[in-house]
């Protein structure tokens, strides 16, 4: 009996100390990366267990960025993110302190493995002639995309839409009420991407979805092949990536090295590959020369040249009383 429970404490020492042969890390992402991380996920598990003999199991959680993040302050136990925009990270540092402030600098890119646009996807002929930002508050249009208070594909979508009728009008008021006017064409608004997505191809409401690029190739190409036609507008804006290891979680986890390798792999070729494989644009080059065919060459802004960032693009835009607020009770 000494001798068994001699043996156990041994082995609880070769857990506490790593040493143990599996492992499990918890990933919480946003709406639109399911059909991407299943892929990935067995992949990574695979390329681990042959370079240090773990097996590493992988959970998912998903949904709308701003969500997933308050969900992780609120104590959800995220071993990683990855999320739909820095913002949401920032987030988790300033206000759980789970991480350090200067995340982006732990991984290459700013901590952003890829990026995407925002697009329109609309039904097959495209039947209101939807071709640029402005179509979307014709008579009779009605416009698909979630709440910009939970979703961060949202908020790129409105901070798109936002500046291409400031670059149309020059005047920021009426940017304002064009942004009004947009909302008055939604009829229901998600708490994410992949629930959008559902209202638009599954429950048959809206004539036009403004979602992630990933998310309409992969609904044109592949899911619903011939059912919708996707659209580029004139202006897009770019949407980078963000991915960080929640370092206190991890560290009591006991997962702090297979959690920075896993979010490492995706910048490795084989990462990358995947990525583009539903389709998110790679940031290594020559992984993205492979698959550029598939992504159009477009005129994106960018958050930080147009907005100054996201910390100040949520004051202005999206914190409880900025515009949003104002323009939707208003509508």
Do not use: C
Request: aromatic share 12%; no cysteine; proline share 5%.
């Amino acid at each position: 009996m000494k001798r068994i429970v001699w043996l156990l404490l041994i082995m609880g020492v070769g857990l506490q100390g790593g040493l143990y042969a599996q492992a499990t890390l918890l990933n919480v992402s946003y709406d639109p990366t399911r059909e991407f991380y299943k892929e990935l996920n067995p992949k990574f598990s695979a390329y681990w267990k042959e370079k240090t003999g773990i097996s590493v199991t992988i959970q998912q959680s998903h949904g709308g960025s701003g969500k997933q993040a308050r969900a992780v302050i609120d104590g959800l136990g995220a071993d990683v993110v990855t999320l739909a925009l820095s913002y949401d990270i920032d987030q988790i540092a300033k206000k759980a302190n789970l991480l350090p402030e200067n995340w982006q600098k732990q991984l290459p890119n700013n901590s952003s493995p890829f990026y995407s646009t925002i697009v329109f996807l609309v039904r097959k002929g495209n039947p209101k002639k939807i071709r640029d930002w402005s179509d979307l508050i014709k008579p009779g249009v009605e416009v698909i995309t979630p709440s910009p208070k939970t979703g961060g594909g949202a908020r790129y979508n409105v901070l798109a839409a936002w500046q291409s009728a400031l670059d149309r009008t020059k005047s920021e008021a009426k940017a304002n009420a064009y942004l009004k006017d947009l909302f008055k064409h939604v009829p229901v608004l998600d708490s994410g991407a992949r629930g959008s997505t559902t209202t638009f191809t599954q429950r048959g409401i809206g004539d036009v979805l403004i979602t992630w690029e990933n998310e309409a190739l992969l609904l044109t190409l592949e899911k619903e092949k011939g059912q919708f036609e996707l659209v580029y507008p004139p202006q897009s804006i770019r949407a980078d990536i963000p991915v960080a290891v929640v370092e206190k979680n991890a560290k009591t986890h006991g997962t702090s090295r297979v959690a920075k390798a896993y979010l490492t792999y995706l910048f490795l070729p084989d990462g990358q590959t995947i990525g583009a494989k539903y389709y998110y644009r790679p940031k290594d080059k020559r992984v993205f020369d492979t698959f550029k065919q598939q992504f159009p060459a477009v005129k994106m802004i960018t958050v930080e040249e147009k907005f100054g960032g996201w910390d100040k693009a949520n004051a202005k835009f999206f914190d409880d009383g900025a515009l949003f607020d104002q323009i939707y009770t208003s509508r």
